[in-house]
Protein backbone atom coordinates (compact mmCIF):
# COMPACT_ATOMS: atom_id res chain seq x y z
CA UNK A 1 0.00 0.00 0.00
CA UNK A 2 3.25 2.72 -0.09
CA UNK A 3 1.89 3.56 -3.51
CA UNK A 4 -1.39 4.96 -1.92
CA UNK A 5 0.56 6.50 1.25
CA UNK A 6 2.75 8.07 -1.30
CA UNK A 7 -0.44 9.62 -3.53
CA UNK A 8 -1.89 10.61 0.17
CA UNK A 9 0.75 12.49 0.98
CA UNK A 10 0.87 14.26 -1.73
CA UNK A 11 -2.64 15.39 -1.31
CA UNK A 12 -1.98 16.50 2.27
CA UNK A 13 1.22 18.64 0.37
CA UNK A 14 -1.31 20.51 -2.15
CA UNK A 15 -3.97 21.10 0.46
CA UNK A 16 -1.17 23.23 2.19
CA UNK A 17 0.54 24.59 -0.67
CA UNK A 18 1.18 28.22 0.10
CA UNK A 19 2.04 27.92 3.82
CA UNK A 20 5.27 29.22 3.92
CA UNK A 21 7.54 30.50 6.84
CA UNK A 22 7.48 34.00 6.35
CA UNK A 23 10.47 36.19 7.10
CA UNK A 24 8.92 38.36 10.33
CA UNK A 25 10.88 38.21 13.28
CA UNK A 26 7.80 37.45 15.29
CA UNK A 27 7.93 33.46 15.48
CA UNK A 28 4.24 32.77 14.93
CA UNK A 29 4.13 28.46 16.37
CA UNK A 30 1.62 27.75 13.73
CA UNK A 31 2.90 28.70 10.45
CA UNK A 32 6.49 26.93 11.39
CA UNK A 33 4.68 23.79 12.56
CA UNK A 34 2.91 23.88 8.76
CA UNK A 35 6.07 24.83 7.03
CA UNK A 36 7.95 22.05 8.65
CA UNK A 37 5.33 19.52 8.11
CA UNK A 38 5.25 20.89 4.44
CA UNK A 39 8.66 19.87 4.70
CA UNK A 40 8.42 16.79 6.67
CA UNK A 41 5.67 15.26 3.81
CA UNK A 42 8.27 16.32 1.16
CA UNK A 43 10.94 13.81 2.32
CA UNK A 44 8.11 11.09 3.98
CA UNK A 45 7.14 11.01 -0.23
CA UNK A 46 10.63 10.50 -1.46
CA UNK A 47 11.52 7.96 1.86
CA UNK A 48 12.27 4.98 0.08
CA UNK A 49 15.34 6.67 -2.13
CA UNK A 50 17.51 6.32 1.13
CA UNK A 51 17.35 6.08 4.62
CA UNK A 52 18.52 9.78 4.81
CA UNK A 53 15.11 10.91 3.62
CA UNK A 54 13.25 9.01 6.32
CA UNK A 55 15.34 10.64 8.85
CA UNK A 56 14.48 13.81 7.31
CA UNK A 57 10.72 13.49 7.52
CA UNK A 58 11.33 12.29 10.87
CA UNK A 59 13.06 15.45 12.48
CA UNK A 60 10.08 17.84 10.81
CA UNK A 61 7.80 15.57 12.11
CA UNK A 62 8.84 16.15 15.43
CA UNK A 63 9.40 19.62 15.33
CA UNK A 64 6.30 20.36 13.70
CA UNK A 65 4.18 18.47 16.39
CA UNK A 66 6.05 20.33 19.18
CA UNK A 67 5.17 23.46 17.89
CA UNK A 68 1.64 22.18 17.17
CA UNK A 69 0.76 18.91 19.15
CA UNK A 70 -3.39 19.44 18.66
CA UNK A 71 -3.26 20.18 14.88
CA UNK A 72 -4.99 17.29 13.17
CA UNK A 73 -2.92 18.08 10.22
CA UNK A 74 -0.49 17.39 11.58
CA UNK A 75 -1.30 14.51 13.39
CA UNK A 76 -2.43 13.11 10.28
CA UNK A 77 0.95 13.50 9.48
CA UNK A 78 2.60 11.84 11.80
CA UNK A 79 0.50 9.12 11.52
CA UNK A 80 1.61 8.73 7.75
CA UNK A 81 4.85 8.59 9.17
CA UNK A 82 4.47 6.23 11.77
CA UNK A 83 2.44 3.52 9.41
CA UNK A 84 5.78 4.12 6.84
CA UNK A 85 8.40 3.02 9.56
CA UNK A 86 6.19 0.07 10.70
CA UNK A 87 4.54 2.40 14.03
CA UNK A 88 1.12 0.63 13.65
CA UNK A 89 -0.49 0.85 16.61
CA UNK A 90 0.62 4.44 16.87
CA UNK A 91 -0.45 5.30 13.69
CA UNK A 92 -3.93 3.44 14.56
CA UNK A 93 -4.41 5.50 17.58
CA UNK A 94 -3.99 8.80 16.45
CA UNK A 95 -6.06 8.43 13.23
CA UNK A 96 -8.90 7.42 15.52
CA UNK A 97 -8.00 10.60 17.60
CA UNK A 98 -7.83 12.81 14.43
CA UNK A 99 -11.74 11.51 12.94
CA UNK A 100 -12.93 12.02 16.43
CA UNK A 101 -11.85 15.25 16.45
CA UNK A 102 -13.18 16.48 12.77
CA UNK A 103 -15.74 13.54 12.49
CA UNK A 104 -17.21 15.12 9.49
CA UNK A 105 -13.40 15.71 7.19
CA UNK A 106 -13.55 13.33 4.72
CA UNK A 107 -9.78 13.47 3.97
CA UNK A 108 -9.27 11.77 7.76
CA UNK A 109 -11.71 9.14 6.81
CA UNK A 110 -10.16 8.27 3.51
CA UNK A 111 -6.14 8.33 5.35
CA UNK A 112 -8.24 5.72 8.05
CA UNK A 113 -9.66 3.52 5.45
CA UNK A 114 -6.13 3.15 3.71
CA UNK A 115 -4.63 2.58 6.87
CA UNK A 116 -7.13 0.08 7.93
CA UNK A 117 -6.81 -1.75 3.91
CA UNK A 118 -3.19 -1.83 4.12
CA UNK A 119 -3.82 -3.61 7.54
CA UNK A 120 -5.91 -6.38 5.77
CA UNK A 121 -9.21 -4.81 7.62
CA UNK A 122 -11.36 -4.81 4.59
CA UNK A 123 -14.36 -4.61 6.53
CA UNK A 124 -13.31 -1.84 9.22
CA UNK A 125 -11.78 0.07 6.14
CA UNK A 126 -15.00 0.30 4.66
CA UNK A 127 -16.64 1.76 7.26
CA UNK A 128 -14.14 4.39 6.95
CA UNK A 129 -14.74 4.98 3.21
CA UNK A 130 -18.09 4.73 3.67
CA UNK A 131 -18.32 7.47 6.48
CA UNK A 132 -16.05 9.40 4.30
CA UNK A 133 -18.84 9.31 1.36
CA UNK A 134 -22.15 10.17 3.43
CA UNK A 135 -20.93 13.95 3.47
CA UNK A 136 -22.53 15.87 0.85
CA UNK A 137 -19.77 17.54 -0.43
CA UNK A 138 -16.10 17.61 0.78
CA UNK A 139 -13.36 18.27 -1.75
CA UNK A 140 -11.43 14.83 -0.88
CA UNK A 141 -14.97 12.45 -2.40
CA UNK A 142 -13.15 11.80 -5.29
CA UNK A 143 -9.95 10.67 -3.53
CA UNK A 144 -12.31 8.65 -1.14
CA UNK A 145 -13.74 6.87 -4.29
CA UNK A 146 -10.58 6.09 -5.55
CA UNK A 147 -9.10 4.84 -2.37
CA UNK A 148 -12.28 2.42 -1.50
CA UNK A 149 -12.04 1.12 -5.33
CA UNK A 150 -8.54 0.02 -4.63
CA UNK A 151 -9.03 -1.39 -1.48
CA UNK A 152 -11.71 -3.23 -2.97
CA UNK A 153 -9.81 -5.00 -5.70
CA UNK A 154 -7.26 -5.59 -3.66
CA UNK A 155 -9.47 -7.51 -1.59
CA UNK A 156 -11.13 -9.15 -4.44
CA UNK A 157 -14.57 -7.33 -4.78
CA UNK A 158 -14.63 -6.74 -7.94
CA UNK A 159 -18.60 -5.65 -7.12
CA UNK A 160 -17.44 -2.95 -5.21
CA UNK A 161 -14.59 -1.49 -7.03
CA UNK A 162 -16.85 -1.22 -9.98
CA UNK A 163 -19.06 0.65 -8.58
CA UNK A 164 -16.41 3.08 -7.15
CA UNK A 165 -14.72 3.38 -10.31
CA UNK A 166 -18.06 4.37 -12.04
CA UNK A 167 -18.43 6.67 -9.51
CA UNK A 168 -14.85 8.43 -9.30
CA UNK A 169 -15.40 9.15 -13.53
CA UNK A 170 -18.91 10.09 -12.90
CA UNK A 171 -17.48 12.86 -10.27
CA UNK A 172 -14.21 13.57 -12.01
CA UNK A 173 -13.25 12.46 -15.25
CA UNK A 174 -9.60 13.84 -15.37
CA UNK A 175 -9.11 10.52 -11.82
CA UNK A 176 -8.99 8.03 -15.27
CA UNK A 177 -5.27 9.15 -15.55
CA UNK A 178 -4.83 8.66 -11.83
CA UNK A 179 -5.82 5.16 -12.08
CA UNK A 180 -4.00 4.51 -15.13
CA UNK A 181 -0.68 5.33 -13.92
CA UNK A 182 -1.62 3.40 -10.22
CA UNK A 183 -2.08 0.41 -12.78
CA UNK A 184 1.51 0.88 -14.18
CA UNK A 185 2.60 0.79 -10.46
CA UNK A 186 1.04 -2.90 -9.76
CA UNK A 187 2.19 -3.74 -13.15
CA UNK A 188 5.59 -2.52 -12.08
CA UNK A 189 5.41 -4.44 -8.63
CA UNK A 190 4.33 -7.82 -10.74
CA UNK A 191 0.29 -7.90 -9.89
CA UNK A 192 -0.56 -8.48 -13.31
CA UNK A 193 -3.99 -8.83 -12.57
CA UNK A 194 -4.76 -5.70 -10.39
CA UNK A 195 -3.17 -3.97 -13.23
CA UNK A 196 -5.20 -4.75 -16.08
CA UNK A 197 -8.35 -4.53 -14.10
CA UNK A 198 -7.10 -1.19 -13.80
CA UNK A 199 -5.97 -0.27 -17.14
CA UNK A 200 -9.75 -1.79 -18.22
CA UNK A 201 -11.23 0.15 -15.62
CA UNK A 202 -10.00 3.51 -16.62
CA UNK A 203 -10.56 2.94 -20.25
CA UNK A 204 -14.48 2.24 -20.00
Known amino acids: ?25 DFDPETAALARMRLGLGYLAKANESEDNVKAAHYNLKLAAQYSPNNPQIMLAMAMFDQHVGEYNEAEMIYKR ?58 GDKKTADLMFKQLFAYDASRRSNVAKTAELYKNKGDNKIANYLFLVSKK
Open 98 to 155: ITLMQPGNGLYRVHYGSFLCGRDRYQEAKQQFAKSLELDRHRWKADTYEQYGYCAIQN
Open 1 to 25: MKNVLIALSSLVMLMLTGCQMNGRE
